[in-house]
């Protein structure tokens, strides 16, 4: 059994992804997903090979490649919308300029002039013939196939009105000069030929690439994460050969090469500590806010930032075979293991076109069977396809994701694309990343607790002015409490630093020491009794760092430092579990900080000291048993596990591969607005559903009415069009969805209304 992974091309809407992985399953040995919104393939095939897959794919009208590997590229850059985006956006923005000219003449008697039919039929030929282009060429390609998809309605219906108005232009009463177009509700037979539906082609025609061209970008987007991943890392690095240093690209390291990385530089690759101590950020890969101290023997990671000394690194893995490049393949299958992401209107496709285009055949056929008139039938025909042309339905999910996402960008809250809608709905568990998202993410001084009769804000003073000149992030947090605290920090002399121990300097005349206990007793002889030695304990055991403090050989005080939890972190969980969320703590982080987390804010379920891909596999465990997942994070580590969930949310403070990986993106990185988020998409799904409901309602109960050659097709056109208004309408009333996030503290408030330009924009 072996794994393949496939980009397909030429899909245009959900129904096409289905019909492929029909097609690949039915080839024996094969077991085929296709993923609409990624563009891509995953098959497992037991005998078959990629180019009998692709041959299959493409005798089904689509194109099929293998794609390039996953490898870390120095050059990755990507255009913000690329050729077939930038192309429907041409089309739309030229299709529009000529429609509106067309609809404003059709509907309103005042400005139809002498002739004005003929330069309504000069503007609308190029939006039916090249700005319909892609509807008419899909349409044919599936026809050849035996197959329909929207689009096939919308090149029938388009090409139906058009061909029409040709028919009463040249042969019938509506190219004579002085043609005024009436408005009836009933249709007259002896009219027939003396009405055109231009209008009705060309706004058809606009309507629906506008729904394409938000589709088509938002799309795209299904990439971004792997590249913000495999942009992570360093770009060039200094190598030593035969004692030289030189300056040279990533990209030219083999295993077995030395480089050197200074204090604040990212580690080229993965390779083995040879020389040197320092402290190492590996937040990128854990997500934990503490540095891992490094040494001789120890292995590093390529991406992750030197904090403290300066280190020589073995090279030991490069390209494909790097911890940054398994992370970004990891984000890559989980995204192609998504759950198809069919849009609600092309769900119900597959039986509604042909059933339409049967009954337009049927109405015309009917009418000639009972003597009606040509004429007559073709009216009828026309008509019943008006009725039912899919513009409403082409509105449905892209208004409201406009007004939804234009009021949740407002709040802080980015929603990736319709599909993610559909996965809020049945979500019943929330999974949070700890640091950055329920934690600050920064190390901060808990308490500090002064000994041998001295008082606190001297203990501080001595502690901040010792680890003043440290780069530590610990040290950073003690400096910082005692700047808060409007202390004067003091010039330290002949500073030294004992990685992953401690430090010690002279302060106006003292030797003070301040790092872990066992270095105070076991290298400075300094006495710690057991009470104070239980303490450390009990608060190392909680996941807090402890920092001994000791001048003149005796223990002065104890500072702890940890990751704090968020202020709103409480109340959101709260809040979550209000809307019907069982809430999961998931972190790499030990499993004293982590109980000390949940506590704290009220969350059961805790899995601690957990890698990348123990996220994932939390994440498909709980998937496994039932559960539809929302995964919250902010980490590198977190992407793959984001991309994996159901629902992944992001928090913005965090890393570009988190968000980019993820479905809904918080902007303010406050997990109270991640319930808002969920309701919001809840609120802006629940419009969609009843869009597309009216959508139908109106056409499917006017159907009737036009087979009996009762509905006037220009009525038929005003009835679509009105339908679409109500599309319109319904979705602008997500403009008043209201944040719950926005009662209490939480920063600026947001009004509940915006202006229809801001929704534009």
């Known amino acids: 059994m072996t794994d393949i992974d496939l980009t397909i091309g030429g899909m245009t809407c959900a129904s096409c992804a289905t019909r492929i992985e029909r097609k690949l399953n039915r080839l024996d040995g094969v077991t085929a997903t296709v993923n609409y919104a990624t563009e891509k393939a995953r098959v497992t095939a037991d005998g078959v090979d990629a180019a009998t897959l692709i041959a299959a794919i493409e005798a089904t009208g689509y194109t099929a490649v293998e794609p390039a590997p996953v490898v870390p590229d120095d050059d990755v850059e990507v255009a913000p919308i690329d050729g077939e985006t930038a192309e429907l956006r ?63 309605l919308i090149s029938v219906g388009v090409l139906a009105a058009f061909g029409w108005s040709l028919y009463a232009l040249f042969f019938g009463m509506a190219g004579v000069p002085g043609m005024h177009m009436t408005f009836s509700l009933f249709a007259h037979p002896e009219s027939g030929a003396s009405e055109i539906y231009l209008e009705v082609a060309a706004a058809v025609t606009v309507f629906i690439l506008a729904g394409r061209y938000m589709e088509a970008r938002a799309k795209k987007q299904s990439g971004a994460a792997l590249r913000a991943l495999l942009q992570l890392g360093a770009k060039d690095t200094t190598i030593v050969r035969d004692g030289v240093e030189s300056r040279v690209a990533v990209a030219s390291l083999v295993v077995g090469d030395t480089f050197v990385v200074r204090p604040g530089e990212k580690i ?56 940054l490049s398994r992370i970004a393949r990891m984000v890559e299958d989980a995204q192609n ?28 056929v009917g009418w000639i069977i009972a003597g009606g008139s040509l004429e007559q039938a073709f009216t009828a025909a026309v008509a019943t396809l008006i009725i039912a042309c899919p513009c409403a339905l082409g509105l449905a999910t892209p208004t409201a994701l406009m007004v939804g996402t234009g009021r949740g960008s407002q709040l802080g809250i980015i929603i990736r694309g319709p599909q993610v809608l559909e996965q809020t709905r049945t979500v019943d568990t929330i999974v949070l990343d700890k640091t950055g998202t329920v934690t600050t993410g920064t190390m901060v001084v808990q308490s500090v607790t002064a000994l041998a009769g001295n008082d606190e804000r001297t203990l501080l003073a001595m502690a901040a002015a010792v680890e003043h000149p440290s780069e530590h992030p610990v040290a950073r947090a003690i400096t910082d409490h005692a700047s808060g605290a409007g ?93 019907g969320l069982r809430t999961v703590l998931l972190t790499g982080d030990n499993e004293g900080a982590a109980s000390v987390v949940a506590n704290e804010v009220g969350i059961d379920e805790v899995h601690a000291g957990v890698t990348p891909q123990g996220k994932l596999d939390v994440i498909r465990d709980l998937q496994a048993r039932g559960r539809v997942v929302a995964m919250v994070g902010d980490g590198v580590n977190d992407s793959a596990a984001l991309a994996a969930a159901d629902l992944g949310i992001a928090m913005g403070t965090g890393t570009d591969a988190a968000i980019a990986a993820s479905d809904i993106t ?40 036009a087979m009996l050659g009762l509905l006037n097709p220009l009525l038929a056109g005003a009835a679509m069009a009105f339908s679409s208004v109500f599309v319109v309408t319904n979705s602008l009333r997500l403009r008043r969805f209201a944040a719950a996030a926005s009662q209490g503290s939480r920063g600026p408030k947001y009004t509940s209304r915006t202006t229809v330009r801001e929704v534009i924009e």
């Open 487 to 579: 202390i004067e920090i003091a010039q330290a002399e002949s500073f030294a630093s004992h990685a992953g121990r401690g430090v010690q300097a002279t302060v106006d005349g003292h030797l003070v020491l301040a790092g872990k206990a066992s270095w105070l007793t076991e290298s400075w002889a300094v006495a710690i009794s057991d009470d104070d030695l239980a303490h450390i304990a009990a608060e190392e055991s909680r996941g807090s760092t402890v920092i001994a403090v000791a001048w003149d050989g005796a223990l002065r005080g104890i500072l702890t430092v940890r990751d704090a939890v968020k202020a709103t972190s409480p109340l959101a969980i709260s809040r979550l579990r209000a809307l």
């Open 337 to 364: 293991g998504k759950a198809q992401a069919q849009r609600l209107a092309d769900r119900v496709s597959a039986i509604f076109v042909p059933v339409v285009i049967g009954l337009a055949v049927l109405t015309f």
């Open 90 to 152: 041409r089309r739309l923005i030229i299709s529009a300029s000529l429609t509106v000219p067309v609809v404003l003449l059709s509907m309103i008697p005042l400005l139809q002039f002498t002739n004005w039919q003929w330069l309504a039929l000069t503007l609308s030929a190029p939006v039916v013939a090249w700005g319909a282009w892609p509807f008419h060429r899909a349409a044919a390609i599936n026809l050849r196939h035996g197959a329909t998809t929207m689009d096939t």
């Open 666 to 705: 918080i902007v303010s990185g406050d997990l109270l607005v991640v319930a808002d988020a969920v309701r919001l998409s809840r609120r802006t799904l629940a419009v969609i559903k009843g869009n597309l409901f009216w959508a139908f309602a109106y056409n499917v109960a006017a159907i009737p009415v």
């Open 268 to 323: 080229a690759t993965d390779g083995l500590v040879v020389d040197g101590a320092s402290a190492v950020d590996l937040s990128m890969l854990t997500g934990e806010s503490v540095p891992a101290e490094v040494g001789p023997g120890d292995r590093v990671v390529g991406a992750t930032v030197n904090v403290g000394g300066r280190l020589i690194v073995e090279v030991t893995r490069i390209g494909a075979d790097t911890e």
